[in-house]
């Protein structure tokens, strides 16, 4: 069997499965593109998260992907204008909690954003400006504990407004929200 890889453009409100068995009606990835039997995301994006999504048939190529070597890159918009110092504790590595324990993140890149690409588009309406302002900051991990972003920032004082994924390795996005391109391979 050949096996197919896809990228995504995760929206917001969508969840990285195709099964969801709990009562409540939940948007499913199956609902964007018909993906062949067997396909699984690599790694997730909560419901509320959105951006680039990994997606493939080979079981082996998810394990490669989500290991520590391939570096993941986030743009999140922080509640207010994000600080040096901030950007220096995120970049260090900072404390967060994660299965009931305390951990201390891995140093990672960490650096303000200007300017944002055109495909991250408006996404969902956060707030107006008359609830303070609002700044992006970029940070680039090789790991990824569950909701570690939004941790991280919240934990140097800036919470997490809207969270994209905006590079797996060297997979960047590039696609409008809800659109899939298959790729021949991911490595």
Known sequence: MEHRHFLLHK???YLSQFI???KRHKKL???????PEGTMAIGRLDE???????????GMMS??????TIEKEYYAQVDGLITDEAIARLEAGVEIGFKGIRYTTKPCQAKKIVALPECIGDGRRIRDERHGPTSWVSLTLTEGKFRQVRKMTAAVGFP?????????GEFTLGLPAGEVREVSSFF
């Not at 394990?63 to 520590?68: C, M």
């Open 160 to 168: 997490t407004l809207r969270l994209v994924r905006v590079r797996v």
């Open 11 to 13: 929206p917001h409100g």
């Open 20 to 22: 969801y068995e709990k």
């Open 48 to 58: 509320d998260s959105e951006g680039l999504l990994l997606l493939t048939t080979d």
């Open 63 to 68: 394990e490669l992907v989500r290991s520590k």
């Open 29 to 35: 990835l199956g609902e964007l593109y018909a993906f």
